[in-house]
């Protein structure tokens, strides 16, 4: 069975960092392609960074040059680090989990950033 449990949200001022982690199991977690997306209230869940097998990465245009995506094969987990956040950052953010036509995606984790 697949389970991908994302940590680390939370409430932080704007200005600040949080680390978000999703540790996967189930999967064989090297081959799969790793993503963050994230939903805030009335919106569409929206792509925020992948990061490939390859440790190819992509970024929405709205996070980049303030977060990284990485991750760590050994430990199955993959990692998002948000510097600079905002209040627009405020959101419920997924870890996601693609492989061919396979996709798998946690539960969520919020984070919220006040002014």
């Known amino acids: 069975q697949v389970h991908l449990v994302e940590s680390g949200g939370g409430l932080v001022q704007a200005g600040g960092s949080l680390r978000l982690s999703c540790a996967a199991s189930?999967?064989?977690?090297?081959?799969?392609?790793m993503g963050w997306y994230r939903q805030a209230p009335g919106n569409q869940r929206e792509l925020v960074a992948t990061?490939?097998?390859?440790?190819?990465?992509n970024y929405a245009d709205s996070v980049k040059g303030r977060f990284t995506i990485s991750r760590d094969n050994a430990k199955n987990t993959v990692y998002l680090q948000m510097n600079s956040l905002k209040p627009e950052d405020t959101a419920v953010y997924y870890c996601?989990?693609?492989?061919?036509?396979?996709?798998?995606w946690g539960q969520g984790t919020q984070v919220t950033v006040s002014s």
């Open positions: 996601n989990a693609r492989w061919s036509a396979i996709d798998y």
């Open positions: 990061i490939a097998s390859t440790s190819r990465t």
């Open positions: 189930g999967i064989t977690f090297s081959i799969y392609t």
